[in-house]
Nanobody, 119 residues
Framework: QVQMMESGGGSVQAGGSLTLSCVYS???????IGWTRQAPGQKRESLAA????????LYADSVKGRFTISQDNAKNMMYLQMTDLKPEDTAIYYC?????????????WGQGTQVTVSA
């Protein structure tokens, strides 16, 4: 059974930092893992992705320079370090994995963790 579980969300003031963690299981290989978020009334937005073999990372313009994705393949974990947080970063954050293609087309997600940034 494929499972992904996020942790580390919470409330922070603007300019603050948070680090999200995700542990995953149930699949032997994923070419690409990453983070997405969804704010109320908004579409889900892909934020960051990392190719698991090369370690190459991709970022959305909205978080480039502020967020950093990393992985620990030995522990089946990934992280999202978030700095200089802004109120518009408030959303539910989901970790995700591509287990069917090699194009970072995420097909599985965790349950999400809430991040709230106050002005």
């Amino acid at each position: 059974q494929v499972q992904m579980m996020e942790s580390g969300g919470g409330s922070v003031q603007a300019g603050g930092s948070l680090t999200l963690s995700c542990v995953y299981s149930g699949f032997s290989y994923s070419s690409c893992i990453g983070w997405t978020r969804q704010a109320p009334g908004q579409k889900r937005e892909s934020l960051a992705a990392i190719y698991t073999e090369s370690g190459s990372a991709l970022y959305a313009d909205s978080v480039k320079g502020r967020f950093t994705i990393s992985q620990d393949n030995a522990k089946n974990m990934m992280y999202l370090q978030m700095t200089d947080l802004k109120p518009e970063d408030t959303a539910i954050y989901y970790c995700a994995a591509d287990i069917a293609t090699e194009t970072c087309d995420f097909g599985v997600w965790g349950q999400g963790t809430q991040v709230t940034v106050s002005a």
